[in-house]
């Protein structure tokens, strides 16, 4: 029984990555840009039926690849063809146009695939389970694991190790500093939005063999990734990993006492505590164009 | 004109842009455009979940409806009058009143057609009674409509929750998973999953099955992993799913990603999602009203011309819709009326009608259920799939040839309806 609740917490912890490659993203292109991204769940879509799509071509180790890019260059082509004239505008106008975008992305999925789910399956080099004892895992998700590790810790070394990083934290923090500086924020603002969104495209191709890919495959995944922000903070990166950890953590643990019908709804009170208790998020930075 | 001019370059780019934007949401969100009543035509109106997680069943259901309206009309409509239908999405339980009720009342339909969500048939069945409207409902499953919630002017061709049950629960009292044996249930946490737990439950502990546990899962979950754990912890005999919806595909998947091999079996199920979920991962045995490769002349036919609309093969959802605007079509065309008192009293009395099955089908006066065949499927072993649809086999019609097609309805005892 012991064993069973100790697997439980872990697999829970290990559920909350699954939103952090899409939280991330988000987090990022609000920092940066102001733009609450309503549209982020329909990119994590599209780089899961570019997977169905690509994969009988090029494998799944290649859709893995060329589908994020892919999700990339079309972040860049909407971040440069629409996000950018709303950087310095309400923000009710640009949560309209995300909210829009994430309608029109859904139903032109719809009309090219059409409305019922799509299959895709775990190829079979990465089928099969892992036994530690009496411990269970699958196979798939251990790569899964690895792979949302290697970019949270790459993504942290880009944005604390490197110019472009300094300049990317900069820009969170005063935009016109950094403007008066001679430094020109837009080929930044591009790189984030692409790195964001091409984040859940990976997102996307790395959930398409386990979940179900259907056009409203989107709005399912946004809803938990915004909850995940907002208790992590606005601008925090460890904050967003912290809170991906813990929402997983209060998952797993309220199924492991056996109220799996409490697991979903049990997230969004984390995230009314946090709001009347620490608006900011639990590692929320201040920044001074928010406050 | 000078002064047109100035207020034209006076709107920037983005005030365009967000006025087409604007305009383009109004045209793809209008609902039907109103139509011009004319006597030389007969409307049905056509309610289904087409967005939300039954919208996938819902596009087969729309499909399938076109398919038969084209087929009525190129046989001479209905009294030489041209079919026509009005198509809604119903959304939800509020919004499918509220269009259900403009149909009757704007759009003047014969009757009322369609439907998944069983919330959404009760709200539409109130309207159908109020007005007097004939209401079909193509898709919706649970017990409760046919029983405490039943009504007059209500009739189902889709199978009860019981129905469903009983005809799954044959196959494994068949396969020695029932008497005795511990089963372990995951069940959707809505009106749907509770009425089938609750079916599912009389059925298992009538027949000997030892009740494990039972896990509510809530309809937007899209994870399993951890109730795949424990079931892995309580070893059951057989796994059951309640489950609904995509639902169902993620937990397939999952449960083959987890390679865990109690069997599986389920009491609602969409072929959709056997698709949906694939060959290697497509497991268990599940009850169907129908299927695509049911051998029948009629359903060779309805395949035939729908793969070749749709360019792939219908699903169970399409047989409810398909059939019903046939059944309505060659009512009307036999009592020449569209009257709908007339249209019940034909129908409670006992009309036979062929569904593309081996016996014909009837609706059951008591509570309006159509009695009809059922099948139970189980996936074939990967190694006979060709191809991506035809990947299960399927059980000869429950039930058989010599028994009373009553047999997996629901008895007096289970559900009363009362007619009003």
């Known amino acids: ?67 994020p890019v892919l999700v990339a260059i079309l972040g860049i082509i909407f971040e440069r063809g629409l996000f950018q004239r709303f950087y310095r505008a309400d923000p009710i106008l640009s949560l309209l146009l995300t909210f829009g975008l994430a309608m029109v992305a859904e139903q032109t999925l719809r009309m090219i695939f059409g409305a019922p789910p799509l299959s895709y399956s775990i190829p079979s080099w990465l ?70 969104i091409g984040l859940a495209g990976l997102a996307g191709v790395l959930l398409a063999p386990i979940y179900s890919i259907h056009p409203a495959m989107g709005q399912e995944i946004i809803t938990p990734a915004f909850v995940v922000v907002v208790i992590g903070g606005l601008g925090s990166f460890w904050g967003v990993v912290v809170a991906a950890l813990l929402v997983g953590l209060v998952k797993g643990t309220t199924i492991a006492l056996g109220y799996p019908q409490w697991s979903i709804t049990v997230i969004y009170f984390m995230m009314l505590l946090v709001l009347l208790f620490r608006p900011r998020g639990l590692f929320g930075e201040r920044i001074q164009r928010f406050e | 004109m000078k002064d047109m001019n100035r207020l034209a370059s006076s709107i920037s780019r983005r005030q365009a842009l967000a006025g087409i934007g604007v305009a383009a949401v109004g045209v793809v969100a209008s609902p039907s455009i109103i139509r011009a009543q004319s006597a030389d035509v007969i409307r049905f109106g056509h309610l289904t979940p087409r967005t939300g997680f039954l919208g996938p069943l819902g596009e087969f259901a729309v499909q399938a409806v076109d398919l038969a309206v084209e087929e009525v009309n190129a046989a001479g409509g209905i009294m030489g009058r041209k079919l026509e239908i009005l198509k809604e999405d119903s959304v939800n339980p509020q919004t499918a009143s509220t269009k259900a009720e403009r149909m009757v009342e704007r759009d003047k339909v014969a009757c009322l057609l369609g439907e998944i969500s069983s919330a959404s048939c009760l709200t539409i069945a109130q309207v159908a009674q109020r007005t007097k409207t004939l209401f079909v409902n193509t898709g919706g499953n649970s017990d409760a409509l046919r029983g405490a919630n039943c009504n007059r002017y209500m009739f189902h061709i889709e199978s ?19 008497k005795g044996k511990k089963w372990f249930s995951l069940t959707a946490d809505y009106a749907f999953g509770h009425d089938l737990l609750k079916v599912a439950k009389r059925f298992m502990e009538a027949n000997g099955g030892q009740f494990a546990a039972d896990k509510l899962v809530p309809t937007d979950a899209t994870d399993f992993s951890a109730l795949l754990l424990e079931i892995r912890a309580a070893k059951p005999d057989l796994v059951i799913s309640n489950l609904a919806g995509n639902q169902i595909t993620n937990f397939l998947k999952q449960y083959a990603e987890f390679g865990l091999d109690f069997p599986v079996a389920g009491f609602g199920f969409d072929t959709a999602l056997a698709w949906a979920a694939g060959k290697g991962n497509f497991g268990g045995t599940w009850p169907v009203v129908w299927h695509h490769l049911i051998d029948t002349p009629a359903t060779k036919a309805f395949v035939a011309a729908f793969t070749k609309k749709y360019g792939k093969p219908p699903e169970n959802q399409a047989w409810g819709d398909y059939n019903i605007v046939k ?94």
């Open chain 1, 1 to 67: 029984m012991l064993t069973l609740f100790i697997q439980q917490i872990l697999n829970g912890l290990l559920d909350g990555v699954y939103y952090l490659l899409i939280a991330i993203g988000l987090s990022l292109i609000f920092s940066l840009g102001g733009i609450v991204n309503l549209a982020h769940g329909a990119f994590y879509a599209i780089g899961a039926y570019l997977t169905v799509v690509l994969g009988p071509h090029i494998g799944f180790g290649g859709a893995l690849v060329v589908s």
């Open chain 1, 127 to 196: 089928r099969g389970q892992i036994f530690l004892g009496d411990f269970i895992y699958s196979k798939y998700r251990a790569m899964l694991l690895l792979v949302a590790a290697l970019c949270v810790v790459g993504l942290w070394f880009l944005l604390q190790k490197t110019a472009f990083g300094r300049v990317v934290r900069a820009g969170v923090q005063n935009p016109d500093m950094v403007g008066a500086l001679g430094i020109s924020l837009k080929p930044y603002m591009m790189s984030v939005a692409a790195l964001g």
């Open chain 2, 160 to 178: 009860q929750n019981s129905m469903y049950v009983k005809t799954c629960g044959r196959s494994l009292m068949a396969q020695g998973l029932v």
């Open chain 2, 327 to 420: 059944i309505m079509a060659q009512s009307m065309n036999e009592l020449k009326s569209t009257d709908t008192a007339k249209l019940i009293e034909h129908w409670e009395k006992g009309a036979k009608f062929d569904v593309m099955k081996t016996r014909p089908g009837y609706f059951r006066a008591s509570d309006h259920q159509f009695m009809h065949e059922m099948y139970t499927i189980q996936a074939l072993p990967a190694s006979e799939i060709k191809n991506q649809w035809d990947i299960f086999k399927s059980s000869g019609p429950v039930p058989g040839p010599s028994e009373d097609l009553e047999v997996i309805a629901t008895t007096k005892e289970e559900a009363e309806c009362k007619m009003t």
